[in-house]
C-alpha cells in the first residue's frame, strides 16, 4: 500500500520561503512520477511542479515557474517542493502525488493514483 506524508507547510510571509516534503513508503520510488498539486480557498486542485523518476524531466506551471523548484531523492523516498518569493496567491493545501503513468499526463491530476493527505501553506501580507 502506497502511503504519501507531507510536511513543511505552515505561515510564511508574503516574499519569504518554504519547503516542502513528501515521503513516500510502500512503493518502489524510482518508478514513480512525483508531483505536486494545491488547493487554494474556494478553488479546485491545481498541478503545481512534476519530476520524472530518474530527476531527468521537470515540469511547471506558468505561476511556479523561476520561483518553485521540485526535487527528489530516490535514496530517502522523498520528493521535495521548494517554494521561494510565495505570494499572497500561494496560499492553500499542498499534496503530492505519485504514479507510473506515462510523463506526457504528467499535469493531469486525475491520472494519479497515490496521493498524500496535504500540507497547509498560508502566506501573510
Known amino acids: 500500500q502506497v502511503q504519501l506524508v507531507e510536511s513543511g507547510g505552515g505561515l510564511v510571509q508574503a516574499g519569504g520561503s518554504l519547503r516542502l516534503s513528501c515521503v513516500a513508503s510502500?512503493?518502489?520510488?524510482?518508478?514513480?512520477?512525483l508531483a505536486w498539486f494545491r488547493q487554494g480557498p474556494g478553488k479546485g486542485r491545481e498541478f503545481v511542479a512534476a519530476?520524472?523518476?530518474?530527476?531527468?524531466?521537470?515540469d511547471y506551471a506558468d505561476d511556479a515557474k523561476g520561483r518553485f523548484t521540485i526535487s527528489r531523492d530516490n535514496a530517502k523516498n522523498t520528493v521535495y517542493l521548494q517554494l521561494n518569493s510565495l505570494e499572497l496567491e500561494d496560499t492553500a493545501v499542498y499534496y503530492c502525488?505519485?504514479?507510473?503513468?506515462?510523463?506526457?499526463?504528467?499535469?493531469?491530476?486525475?491520472?494519479?493514483?497515490?496521493w498524500g493527505q496535504g500540507t497547509q501553506v498560508t502566506v501573510s501580507a
Open positions: 519530476v520524472s523518476p530518474a530527476s531527468q524531466s521537470t
Open positions: 510502500g512503493v518502489t520510488f524510482s518508478w514513480y512520477i
Open positions: 502525488a505519485a504514479d507510473t503513468d506515462e510523463w506526457k499526463n504528467r499535469a493531469h491530476q486525475e491520472r494519479y493514483h497515490n
